[in-house]
């Protein structure tokens, strides 16, 4: 009786999408025509602005994050379209079910003409691209995209990241040449540190004395044992385990090609089953088990971990920037990794300089390839990218010797994340220390300093796979992926002992880790050639 | 009782030959009532009916440019994939256990909140027993599971609290396997037993009153009197609304899973229905999770026959 709306949420969406799908077989048609004709029907001006004579308008589906206002309401979409004679008509879903209600759209065909800042993963770039629903983008940026064009030249890495095997472009990402924009900076609380009269920890043994000073000796002054030593993100499912991405460095795991990998003499190794990770997970189970690692850590909400870091009374955790504990911000200090029991220090945690994949791409219903290129190039200059960023001049933020600040009014105002599509991250643009004084201020400058003499030279983004290497590599990571975050898990928070080693090793043995590791290293050696 | 009748009535006038065109003056005399019919008619088509088609995307590869028809066939690749999957044993194990505990303790409890309301003199006092049982039906998913947070929070909630004041060390209730399928379960009993009892308390107001006078004149207890009177009284109803539950078997309460779901309970906690969703709708392996889908609806297929059949053998009640 009282289960009818449990089965209707599911079927509802399911059905929908099947219903929907049905319909959707009829545009088949109008996809491959638009390919093969090429031509767009508005004619767009070779260089300059306004893109085209006739203002035209271009329907994108987006991704609002909870700090964001409307994007129709935002200065950069407002001036842009003065500028470009193109309108935008933005769809926003929010980030929750944001995956659920972009897949329905590819499911069902009903495609816009554009997907903007639509974390569109490698594989459904390739998936999705192998159907025709999203167009290849390598000519398209050749001849229309020149400020990407630049930065694809310079930085020779973001092609490779982005392209198929077959050769083709079928998503853009957002481009960060910001060293200190691609990792999270070990924040410890300094002021703790001096109060207890020690040092910073350099080692992972260090740490754990550190820790227990905090938890036991009142370093916060108030007489009460209410301290939280050290704290992370929550995990998303499919996405690793913050912790683990956090502390591995120490233990010699790397994270190449997007996936828990070391490089080894070009060879490539899934560290999932290795002692190595064994002798991780027994040290953050050793931190949980005496109370230094949050033990809300697997179950906390976002906005949780956020207070936890402004509040002032957490020891240790890791972020990006300083922005949440600004207020507080003297306390804290950026540290280097630290020193593993085999005398590893890495910072092995870092992404790509084409962070984001996937941030923008065009589909098969859009009629102006050509001019939605263009429209979106220009962001990937400094100053699109500025615009992007900082809204008005004058109004929202001021040049101080040729870089942007906000002004300190519209900083009190609190409204900063309203006016950008940046915030909340992954938006189609370029971050290079020319437009970050805000996510990039001197603190920040300097926790960065202290990781990057341990970051491994060149980081490899996640290889791009064709379609049914693509397909293969799903399979198998979908059950790999949900048994390593599951009983690393379980390991760290003592519900799963560690007499089970061999019992995880084999079950990852009898999931094909080799096969999956084996696709990864002709990847690699693709990429490498 | 009306319902047979009308059905006797058609029964005997299609079998008089000759008569079929009174059927049909029939319908067009009562043509007000069969317009009425017409709107569940086409919902049923149009949602329940017309979607089957989609069904045969779990034996094809689903690309969605090529549509449902394009797609080409890979047969039972998918239901393959599924059965040697190492989730396989788990998440069927999951559902079934889930459910059929549910079965086990949640069922009886709605009829016997149903006879204790029943045996309440007081009438005050047994509407009050009916609104509080009643109440928390009404509210959402998403609050409940709220309030269970709230609840069992190992460092603030008062259970914990509870349980520490007594000398106990505090349970990580939400994050321990074995705690899931307690949890869910009996919150969804505080939730739904008043709810559900409705039905048997309306069953049992249809009790002939004259029976228990007799039975009292006879010197029966009044647990005899339940048990010889109440309980044989409202079997017929027990017996459909078993069988109605056993329709909804393998779907239980997706929404509330999802929300309670986290690395440390998944064990206990991933049926098939969030694997369908985190599978199929946020990775997009339509094709692969249309397989699951159907082999769910299968499963119930197959026990709500069952269970029919059995139900007509044993007392002679069934849905069909």
Redesign the interface.
């Known amino acids: 009786?009282?289960?009818?709306?449990?089965?209707g949420?599911?079927s509802t969406?399911?059905?929908s999408?099947?219903?929907l799908?049905?319909c959707?077989?009829?545009s088949?048609k109008g996809?491959e025509s638009k390919n093969t004709e090429g031509s767009s029907e508005t004619t767009v001006s070779a260089s300059g602005f306004p893109l085209t004579k006739d203002s035209i308008t271009l329907k994108m589906f987006t991704r609002i994050a909870p700090v964001n206002g409307a994007f129709k309401d935002m200065p950069v979409f407002q001036d842009y379209e003065k500028m470009s004679n193109v309108h935008v008509e933005f769809t926003e879903a929010p980030t929750d079910g944001f995956?659920?209600k972009k897949?329905?759209l590819?499911?069902?065909?009903e495609l816009p003409d554009a997907f903007y800042r639509s974390g569109i993963s490698q594989l459904?770039a390739t998936?999705?691209g192998a159907?025709?629903?999203l167009i290849p983008l390598e000519d398209l940026i050749e001849k229309y995209a020149p400020n990407l064009k630049k930065l694809m030249e310079e930085y020779p890495e973001i092609r490779s990241g982005i392209t198929t095997p077959e050769g083709h472009i079928y998503a853009i990402p957002g481009i960060v040449t910001l060293d200190a924009a691609r990792t999270d900076k070990k924040w410890i609380n300094q002021a703790w540190l001096k109060k207890l009269n020690m040092d910073i920890p350099v080692t992972t043994d260090d740490l754990y004395n550190v820790l227990v000073a905090f938890r036991d000796k009142d370093p916060n002054g108030n007489g009460k044992k209410d301290e939280l030593p050290m704290t992370a993100r929550a995990?998303v499912?499919?996405q690793g385990l913050p912790i683990v991405n956090m502390m591995s460095g120490s233990f010699g795991l790397d994270q190449q090609l997007g996936y828990n990998i070391n490089l080894v003499n070009d060879k490539v190794e899934i560290w999932m089953g290795n002692d190595r990770n064994k002798e991780m997970l027994q040290y953050l189970n050793k931190l949980y088990k005496e109370k230094l690692l949050d033990?809300?850590m697997?179950?906390q909400k976002e906005a949780d971990y956020l207070a936890k870091q402004s509040s002032g009374n957490t020891g240790f955790f890791f972020d990006q920037t300083n922005n949440v504990f600004m207020p507080i911000k003297d306390q804290y200090t950026g540290i280097a990794p630290f020193k593993g029991p085999h005398g590893d220090q890495m910072q092995s945690q870092g992404a790509p300089i084409a962070r984001d994949f996937g941030a923008f791409a065009i589909t098969?219903a859009n009629k102006n390839p050509e001019l939605t290129m263009r429209w979106i190039d220009y962001f990937y200059s400094d100053e699109g990218s500025t615009m992007l960023r900082f809204g008005r001049e004058g109004e929202n933020y001021e040049m101080k010797d040729g870089i942007p600040y906000y002004t300190e009014a519209f900083l009190a105002s609190g409204d900063q994340g309203k006016i950008t599509p940046y915030a909340g991250g992954g938006a189609p643009h370029l971050i290079s220390d020319k437009v970050a004084s805000f996510i990039n201020p001197p603190q920040v400058q300097e926790a960065q300093d202290k990781l990057t003499p341990f970051m491994p030279k060149v980081r490899y983004a996640s290889p791009m796979f064709d379609e049914n290497t693509a397909q293969e590599v799903?399979?198998l990571r979908?059950?790999i992926d949900?048994?390593y975050?599951?009983q690393s898990?379980?390991f760290i928070?003592g519900?799963l002992s560690f007499d089970k080693w061999d019992e995880f090793q084999s079950?990852l043995k009898?999931?094909k880790i080799d096969k999956l590791q084996d696709l990864y290293q002709q990847a690699y050696d693709k990429m490498k050639k | 009782m009306k319902s047979t009748q009308v059905r006797t009535n058609a029964a005997l006038s299609r079998k008089i030959p000759g008569q079929r065109g009174r059927v049909w003056r029939q319908m067009v005399k009562r043509s007000d009532l069969y317009l009425m019919l017409l709107l569940p008619i086409a919902w049923y088509l149009i949602f329940h009916y017309g979607p089957m088609y989609g069904l045969q995307i779990a034996f094809k590869n689903f690309n969605p440019a090529k549509g449902i028809i394009g797609s080409s066939w890979v047969g039972f690749d998918h239901f393959v994939r599924f059965f040697e999957s190492f989730y396989f044993w788990r998440l069927l194990w999951n559902t079934l256990a889930i459910n059929l505990f549910s079965l086990l303790i949640a069922f009886p409890i709605s009829i016997l909140l149903a006879l204790i309301v029943n045996e309440i003199r007081s009438k005050t006092f047994s509407k009050i027993l009916q609104n509080i049982t009643f109440i928390p039906h009404f509210i959402s998913v998403v609050v409940i599971v709220g309030i269970l947070n709230v609840f069992l929070s190992p460092t603030t909630g008062p259970i914990n609290s509870l349980i520490e004041a007594l000398g106990g060390s505090p349970i990580r209730f939400l994050e321990e396997a074995g705690w899931f399928k307690t949890i869910f379960i009996g919150s969804n009993i505080w939730q739904n037993m008043g709810w559900q009892s409705i039905i048997y308390i309306a069953a049992l107001s249809g009790v002939n009153p004259q029976l228990y006078e007799a039975a009292k004149m006879d010197g029966a207890s009044r647990l005899r009197r339940v048990w010889h009177i109440s309980l044989p009284g409202i079997i017929p109803v027990i017996v459909i609304m078993l069988i109605l539950d056993i329709g909804h078997f393998m779907d239980i309460g997706f929404e509330k899973i999802l929300l309670m779901q986290n690395n440390l309970n998944i064990e206990s906690s991933d049926v098939i229905s969030t694997f369908v969703y985190t599978t199929g709708i946020l990775k997009g392996e339509y094709s692969y999770t249309a397989a699951i889908g159907l082999f769910n609806s299968a499963i119930n297929l197959v026990l709500l026959l069952l269970v029919n059949r059995f139900a007509r053998k044993v007392s002679e009640t069934s849905l069909w």
Do not use: C
């Open positions: 009786m009282s289960k009818h709306w449990a089965r949420a599911l969406a399911l059905i999408a099947l219903l799908a049905g959707g077989s009829n088949e996809a995956q659920e897949n329905l590819f499911a069902s065909n459904e998936r999705y159907a025709g629903q995990p499912p499919g033990p809300d697997f179950s098969s799903n399979v979908n059950d949900k048994y975050e599951e898990t379980k928070a519900a079950t009898k999931m």
